[in-house]
């Protein structure tokens, strides 16, 4: 079974600060990895997606990956009370199947 | 506008009275997905499809059906409903990049 973990939350941080959520994965095999944002009652929508190790930034975003750790992350800069929400984190292997695997996501709040 | 769509988007039903769910989606996507979401559990795949005529299980599949008889199309049959398959359903297309686009969701209520 592939697994994909995260923090439940929640996750307070104040308005203008920088939130940082967590995601590791099972699957060495994992080539493609996703953030997904989801508000109460919509659907997930997503924010950024990665590739190869490194850092990769998108406005106030910014992704990482560690493949040796099996561990990706999303970095959330200046943040506003617009970000809270619950963020998913997705894993994708080409090499079986292509199925995703998402963790059951982190709730983000945003203090005003 | 490129979306995905789904209907119906709210479903009350008793067990065993067949029902199916459509999603279509108007960006030419070949791969297309179900999931559903559970409090606590997730996102599950229940199936995917990478392109017409080609199906394949993901981590939930039993209670389910599915066809891929055109590119654009990939409904969910639910043949025999039953309780735990109350949930939330998002269909999902997703780009060569393989970054996924999801419908507005059916929440299903089985009796």
């Known amino acids: 079974q592939k697994e994909v973990e995260q923090n439940s939350g929640p996750l307070s941080v104040p308005e203008g600060a920088i939130a940082s959520l967590n995601c590791t994965y099972s699957?060495?095999?994992?080539?493609?990895f996703f953030w997904y944002r989801q508000y109460s009652g919509k659907s997930p929508e997503l924010i950024m997606s990665?590739?190869?190790?490194g850092d990769k930034e998108d406005g106030r975003f910014t992704a990482q990956l560690n493949k040796a750790s099996q561990y990706v992350s999303l970095l959330i800069r200046d943040s506003q009370p617009s970000d809270s929400a619950t963020y998913l984190c997705?894993?994708?292997?080409?090499?079986?199947?292509?199925?995703?695997?998402f963790g059951t996501g982190t709730s983000l709040t945003v203090i005003p | 506008e490129a979306q995905v769509t789904q209907n119906p988007r709210y479903l009350i039903t008793v067990t065993g009275k067949k029902l199916t769910v459509t999603c279509s989606q108007n960006?030419?996507?070949?791969?297309m997905s179900w999931y559903r979401q559970d409090p606590g559990l997730g996102l599950r795949q229940i199936y995917y499809?990478?392109?017409?005529?080609?199906?394949d299980k993901g981590d939930v599949p039993e209670g389910y059906k599915v066809s891929r008889k055109e590119k654009r199309n990939f409904p969910l049959i639910l043949e025999s409903p039953s309780p735990n398959q109350t949930s939330l359903y998002f269909c999902?297309?997703?780009?060569?990049?393989?970054?996924?686009?999801f419908g507005p969701g059916t929440r299903l209520t089985v009796l």
């Open positions: 999902a297309s997703s780009s060569i990049r393989n970054e996924q686009f």
């Open positions: 960006m030419n996507h070949e791969y």
């Open positions: 499809s990478m392109n017409v005529e080609v199906t």
């Open positions: 990665i590739y190869s190790n």
């Open positions: 699957d060495r095999g994992s080539q493609s």
């Open positions: 997705a894993v994708n292997s080409w090499d079986t199947g292509n199925q995703f695997y």
